[in-house]
């Protein structure tokens, strides 16, 4: 099981609306999630509640500060930019 440290980035997609990923702290990787449909749909809301919430963890899109989200997963691999992890364990899990 690990456990990643990962913020919130956002950019526009080539359509010019706003989408977000999670990337890792540590290595700024982006952080690709392996999971069932319905789990990926509650980590999409999730991370959406992180904007709604702005003011009690404004830092939550920062690499640099203190504010993250943890994942706690099995680690499936790693490549040059993506770290690819799956939540369909029943021990997986995220937080603020």
């Known amino acids: 099981m690990e456990k990643l440290r990962c913020y919130i980035e956002e950019y526009q997609n080539k359509r010019v609306a706003l989408?977000?990923?999670l990337r890792d702290k540590a290595s700024n990787s982006r952080i690709v999630i392996l999971s069932d449909p319905c789990r990926k749909r509650h980590l999409l809301r999730f991370m959406?509640?992180?904007k709604n919430h702005i003011d009690i963890?404004?830092?939550i899109f920062d690499r640099n500060e203190t504010d993250s989200i943890v994942i706690c997963s099995n680690l499936q691999y790693e490549e040059s930019e993506n770290i690819i992890v799956s939540l369909d364990s029943s021990s997986?899990?995220?937080l603020y």
Do not use: D, I, V
């Open 48 to 50: 959406s509640a992180a």
């Open 57 to 59: 963890m404004p830092t």
């Open 19 to 21: 989408c977000a990923q």
């Open 92 to 94: 997986a899990r995220y």
